[in-house]
């Protein structure tokens, strides 16, 4: 039996257990009779919605942003309900020793489904709508002098179907990192979920990024169309090509393809790697760090754009004189608590350095969270974020 499968038998008999339970709890008290007529439409309505859309929607990319958030309310509504479920269930072991049930465990299952529901909707219409900054100070001696206070700004896993035509959020991130007035901004991957069209609605909007030396960008795992059903690989290598040239064309940004290229300042320059994506199992492997830049461990002062932070642990830290390497890529899969300063994430449990700053030698890794979304328009304490980098030219 495929995993998909056995994932959706599951789900039905939580909800039925679920549902039931609720049900038994309002069905023999007469002050709530009438919430149990409502209890069974809504549940009902819930689950034909979801399948009618699911039937309907299939591939089609159109109806992506109503599969999105139709999946997302029937979720929010579920997992607050096992959750509801599971102490109704506590609240009944009493009787286990011919006692009342719980009173106060089934009120703190209300309370508790009410804070899940309440976080998962706060994270969907707040939190992903809000970006934060982040500011990172570089020193370096084997920066140029001429670049010191040079500003790089990053963004990040952009997933433009996610937002549909949402182009007032994304005006206000773009207002956001204009007003850092970078130098330079970059993405790292990722800027669709899937199809090249996803950009479409936001062409006008991003074009509006203003730096002094231009936006550089990378391919993500995304961009390569692989979570996408095509009729043939033709037809999947046109949707990169047109993706390539919406960035390149009709934003005019420097995509780079294992390539590299030089910024200039008086006479001094620093060398922006990019490569394509460089990725583990399940994730495409298109990047080749050897073929972007000649000599790896030459004086230059160098950043390297790659998507995917594993491939700085694979083949950057200790093996090359890069000496910043930004990634994406991990989102913080959308969901971070900060407690006493440190963060915490189920991101944690796959990537050993999935946000924030890490240093192996003189090897720096910078990991953005990212501003779109997979699959679930949410973020819980994970903001999308946009990184400034300030450099600084220190002696040796």
């Known amino acids: 039996m495929k995993l998909p499968i056995m994932i959706l038998l599951a789900m039905i008999v939580l909800n039925g257990i679920s549902d039931y ?30 399948a009618t859309i699911l039937l309907i929607a299939g591939n ?4 992506a942003t109503v599969r999105m958030w139709s999946l997302f309310a029937f979720f929010s509504i579920y997992l607050s309900k096992y959750i509801y479920a599971f102490f109704l269930l506590l609240s009944a072991t009493p009787r286990l020793f011919k006692q009342r049930p719980s009173r106060w465990i089934a009120m703190l299952g209300i309370c508790m489904a009410a804070l899940l529901f309440t976080t998962m909707w ?8 809000n970006a934060q900054i982040t500011e990172i100070p570089i020193s ?72 002094t030396d231009g936006v550089i960008s990378i391919l993500g795992n995304h961009d390569y169309g692989t979570y996408h059903k095509w009729n043939n690989p033709e037809e999947q290598e046109r949707n990169l090509k047109t993706l390539m040239a919406y960035q390149t064309d009709s934003l005019g940004w420097h995509l780079l393809l294992n ?7 008086n006479g001094q320059s620093i060398s922006i790697i990019g490569v394509e994506n460089w990725g583990e199992p399940p994730f495409s492997q298109h990047g080749n760090l050897k073929a972007s830049y000649p000599d790896l461990n030459d004086g230059q002062f160098k950043v390297l754009l790659s ?12 093996k090359t004189t890069i000496d910043l390497t930004l990634s994406g890529h991990t989102h913080a899969m959308q969901a971070m608590v900060t407690i006493a300063g440190k963060k915490y994430s189920p991101s944690s449990l796959r990537y050993s350095r ?29 903001a999308p974020e946009i990184s400034v980098f300030t450099l600084q030219h220190t002696e040796m």
């Not at 709530?32 to 809504?42: D, F, R, T, V």
């Not at 007003?179 to 990722?190: A, E, H, Q, Y």
Request: some cysteine; glycine content about 8%.
């Open 259 to 265: 390539s590299h290229m030089e910024i200039s300042r």
């Open 122 to 129: 706060w994270g969907a219409l707040h939190t992903r709508k």
């Open 60 to 63: 089609n990319e159109s109806l």
């Open 354 to 382: 999935w946000e924030g700053l890490h240093k192996i030698g003189d090897n720096l890794l910078y990991v953005n969270i990212g501003m779109g979304e997979v699959g679930i328009p949410m973020r819980i304490g994970a």
């Open 140 to 211: 370096s001696s084997k920066l140029p002098s001429s670049f010191t206070g040079y500003k790089i700004v990053q963004f990040s896993d952009f997933h433009a179907g996610t937002f549909g035509n949402d182009t007032q959020t994304i005006e206000s991130f773009v207002d956001e990192i204009n007003r850092c007035n970078p130098d330079l901004i970059v993405f790292t991957g990722d800027i669709v979920n899937s199809c090249a069209d996803e950009l479409i609605p936001f062409i006008s909007t991003l074009k509006k990024l203003k730096a």
């Open 307 to 318: 998507h995917n932070p594993t491939h700085w642990e694979a083949e950057v830290a200790g």
């Open 21 to 50: 339970s609720i049900y038994c709890q309002i069905k023999n008290k007469r002050n709530l009779k009438w919430l149990k007529a409502i209890h069974i439409g809504l549940s009902a309505i819930l689950h034909i919605w979801v």
